[in-house]
T-cell receptor, first 117, second 112 residues
Framework: SQTIHQWPATLVQPVGSPLSLECTVEGTSNPNLYWYRQAAGRGLQLLFYSVGIGQISSEVPQNLSASRPQDRQFILSSKKLLLSDSGFYLC????????????????FGPGTRLTVL | QQPVQSPQAVILREGEDAVINCSSSKALYSVHWYRQKHGEAPVFLMILLKGGEQKGHEKISASFNEKKQQSSLYLTASQLSYSGTYFCGTEMTWNQGGKLIFGQGTELSVKP
């Protein structure tokens, strides 16, 4: 069965410090991968998605970046954190769908709660 | 392009029914429904594809009206475990890497 891991689970960082969040998926190959951010009491904002190694699409211009160095690894980074970067960061994966149904379920990881002070 | 969910919040007694709507101003390819408990990751409920299908999952079902670009989630005989925030995620076309745009959420509270 497929599982998705995120770490760390919680993180407290000072303003201006760098960030690296990691997400890995097991039990599947060639998944689509996604990074979302959820501010307190708010909805899910899509930040990046990737359909393959080295292929990253950015949805929101900001000081964050994403990379996919391996098929099942997705990394979210920042060189200098802002207060507004605080939130709940969720990684998700989906399959590629099929001819019968060209869409697939997104499964979310447990998330990383980031507080920038 | 963010879909609009209504109502924003609803309070129910156990056993009561609720309907949550998700509307888009753009043509949709699919609608995905999720439930999120406080402090946890969203959990998948169901997918509906264009074509006006209706699906069910225990006492939770959903419909997709392609003409209105609206999906509705039906919760019948609600249980305490149904409490949480419900999100719809919409997909405009099938060839965009499965990208979903989520609504702002509907907070559902079920009281004993």
């Amino acid at each position: 069965s497929q599982t998705i891991h995120q770490w760390p689970a919680t993180l407290v960082q000072p303003v201006g410090s760098p960030l690296s969040l990691e997400c890995t998926v097991e039990g599947t190959s060639n998944p689509n991968l996604y990074w979302y951010r959820q501010a307190a009491g708010r909805g899910l904002q899509l930040l990046f998605y990737s359909v393959g190694i080295g292929q990253i699409s950015s949805e929101v211009p900001q000081n964050l970046s994403a990379s996919r160095p391996q098929d099942r690894q997705f990394i979210l980074s920042s060189k200098k954190l802002l207060l507004s970067d605080s939130g709940f960061y969720l990684c998700a994966w989906s399959g590629r769908g099929s001819l019968a149904r060209e869409t697939d379920t997104q499964y979310f990881g447990p998330g990383t709660r980031l507080t920038v002070l | 392009q963010q879909p609009v969910q209504s109502p924003q919040a609803v309070i129910l007694r156990e056993g009561e029914d609720a309907v949550i709507n998700c509307s888009s101003s753009k043509a949709l390819y699919s609608v995905h429904w999720y439930r999120q408990k406080h402090g946890e990751a969203p959990v998948f409920l169901m997918i509906l594809l264009k074509g006006g299908e209706q699906k069910g999952h225990e006492k939770i079902s959903a419909s997709f009206n392609e003409k209105k670009q609206q999906s509705s989630l039906y919760l019948t005989a609600s249980q305490l475990s149904y409490s949480g925030t419900y999100f719809c995620g919409t997909e405009m076309t099938w060839n965009q890497g499965g990208k979903l745009i989520f609504g702002q959420g509907t907070e559902l509270s079920v009281k004993p």
